[in-house]
C-alpha cells in the first residue's frame, strides 16, 4: 500500500510516495514530475530487502546494525543483517492528515540480537512547505538493553547529476568537493558533522536533470553525528547518496572497544530528525 504526502514551495511541487511494506521509508520523491530516485540504476548486495530499498528515494539503516554483516554479540552463528533489521519491515499502523501534509507510521522491528524495538515516525512538511521533515523515536520493547544505531540514505539517481554538480557542507575539509569523489566505480566518505544550532547541513547541486535546482539536507548531530556519502557507478549502477549517521564508518568491534555502542534499557527511546528540500 502507498501513501503520497505532498508540498509546494516557490511554485514547486513535489510529491512524496511512501512504501508502508518498509517502515515508512519513501519509495518515490518527485518534483515537478521528475523522480529523484535511482530506481533500477543500483548496484545489488543479494539482498532483496535492500535492493528494493535502495532503488528508492529513502530507506533507513538500523535500528540495531548499520552497513554490512557482521558477528551478533555474544551469539554464535549469528549476524546483523545487511544494513540492520527494520528494510523490509512493514508498518503496524499510519495516520494521514486530513490535508496531506503529515503522515505518522508505527513500526515494530524483532532484532537480531533476540530483543524488539518500536520506531514511531513522523513525517512532516514544514510551515510554508519550504522542507519535508522526519522525526524517529526508537523505544526498546524487548527484555534487555541493545545499542541503537541508524543511518538514513537519500539515493539520487546519477542520470540527474553533471560535471558541474557538486557537494557543498562545513562538514568538508575544504567546504565542497566534486559528486565524483574517491577513485574507482565506487567510493564512500565519512566525517564528523558540522553543526550550528545542533543541526548540519549538505546540499548536492545543480542538478542538469532537475533544472538545476539543489537538493538540501538537514540532520541533528545529537544523535545522528556523521555524515556518510556514498557513489555507484558500476555497470548499469549510477546512483550517489547523502547518508546522516549514528556511527563513524568502524566495525562493531572497534566501535564498542571505544565506547561508541551505547545501550539504550527496556523502556528507553532514542530520537532522530532530519530534513530536506529542493531549492
Given at each position: 500500500?502507498?501513501?503520497?504526502?505532498?508540498?509546494?514551495?516557490?511554485g514547486?511541487?513535489?510529491?512524496l510516495?511512501?512504501?508502508?511494506?518498509?517502515?515508512?521509508?519513501?519509495?518515490?520523491?518527485?518534483?515537478?514530475?521528475?523522480?529523484l530516485?535511482?530506481g533500477?540504476?543500483?548496484?545489488?548486495?543479494?539482498d532483496?530487502?535492500?535492493?528494493?530499498a535502495?532503488?528508492?528515494?529513502?530507506?533507513?539503516c538500523?535500528?540495531?546494525?548499520?552497513?554490512?554483516?557482521?558477528?551478533?554479540?555474544?551469539?554464535?552463528?549469528?549476524?546483523?543483517?545487511?544494513?540492520?533489521?527494520?528494510?523490509?519491515?512493514?508498518?503496524?499502523?499510519?495516520?494521514?492528515?486530513?490535508?496531506?501534509?503529515?503522515c505518522?507510521?508505527?513500526?515494530?522491528v524483532?532484532?537480531?540480537?533476540?530483543?524488539?524495538?518500536?520506531?514511531?515516525?513522523?513525517?512532516?512538511?514544514?510551515?510554508?512547505?519550504?522542507?519535508?521533515?522526519?522525526?524517529?523515536?526508537?523505544?526498546?520493547?524487548g527484555?534487555?538493553?541493545?545499542?541503537?544505531?541508524?543511518?538514513?540514505?537519500?539515493?539520487?539517481?546519477?542520470?540527474?547529476?553533471?560535471?558541474?554538480?557538486?557537494?557543498?557542507?562545513?562538514?568538508?575539509?575544504?567546504?565542497?568537493?566534486?559528486?565524483?569523489?574517491?577513485?574507482?566505480?565506487?567510493?564512500?566518505?565519512?566525517?564528523?558533522?558540522?553543526?550550528e544550532?545542533?543541526?548540519?547541513?549538505?546540499?548536492?547541486?545543480?542538478?542538469?536533470?532537475?533544472?538545476?535546482?539543489?537538493?538540501?539536507?538537514?540532520?541533528r548531530?545529537?544523535?545522528?553525528?556523521?555524515?556518510?556519502?556514498?557513489?555507484?557507478?558500476?555497470?548499469?549502477?549510477?546512483?550517489?547518496?547523502?547518508?546522516?549517521?549514528?556511527?563513524?564508518?568502524?566495525?562493531?568491534?572497534?566501535?564498542?572497544?571505544?565506547?561508541?555502542?551505547?545501550?539504550?534499557?527496556?523502556?528507553?527511546?532514542?530520537?532522530?530528525?532530519?530534513?530536506?528540500?529542493?531549492?
Amino acid at each position: 500500500m502507498e501513501t503520497t504526502l505532498t508540498s509546494a514551495h516557490d511554485g514547486v511541487r513535489s510529491h512524496l510516495l511512501f512504501d508502508r511494506s518498509s517502515a515508512l521509508d519513501i519509495a518515490a520523491f518527485v518534483v515537478d514530475g521528475t523522480d529523484l530516485s535511482p530506481g533500477s540504476a543500483i548496484p545489488s548486495d543479494g539482498d532483496p530487502r535492500i535492493d528494493r530499498a535502495l532503488a528508492g528515494f529513502f530507506f533507513t539503516c538500523g535500528p540495531d546494525h548499520i552497513r554490512h554483516p557482521e558477528p551478533v554479540e555474544g551469539q554464535d552463528g549469528r549476524r546483523y543483517p545487511l544494513h540492520g533489521s527494520l528494510a523490509g519491515t512493514p508498518v503496524v499502523r499510519t495516520e494521514m492528515s486530513a490535508d496531506a501534509t503529515r503522515c505518522e507510521a508505527l513500526t515494530v522491528v524483532d532484532l537480531a540480537c533476540g530483543g524488539k524495538a518500536t520506531v514511531e515516525r513522523r513525517w512532516h512538511v514544514s510551515e510554508g512547505g519550504q522542507c519535508v521533515v522526519l522525526e524517529d523515536r526508537v523505544t526498546n520493547i524487548g527484555a534487555s538493553a541493545f545499542a541503537p544505531m541508524m543511518m538514513y540514505h537519500m539515493n539520487i539517481g546519477g542520470r540527474l547529476l553533471g560535471q558541474e554538480t557538486g557537494v557543498v557542507s562545513p562538514s568538508l575539509e575544504s567546504g565542497s568537493l566534486e559528486w565524483h569523489f574517491g577513485e574507482g566505480e565506487s567510493a564512500h566518505l565519512c566525517t564528523p558533522a558540522h553543526a550550528e544550532g545542533g543541526w548540519s547541513e549538505v546540499a548536492l547541486g545543480p542538478l542538469p536533470g532537475l533544472g538545476r535546482r539543489r537538493l538540501i539536507v538537514r540532520f541533528r548531530v545529537d544523535t545522528l553525528p556523521f555524515l556518510q556519502m556514498w557513489r555507484c557507478q558500476r555497470g548499469g549502477a549510477n546512483v550517489i547518496s547523502i547518508e546522516p549517521a549514528s556511527h563513524r564508518l568502524a566495525k562493531r568491534g572497534e566501535l564498542a572497544a571505544s565506547g561508541e555502542l551505547s545501550l539504550i534499557e527496556p523502556g528507553q527511546s532514542r530520537g532522530y530528525a532530519l530534513g530536506f528540500a529542493v531549492s
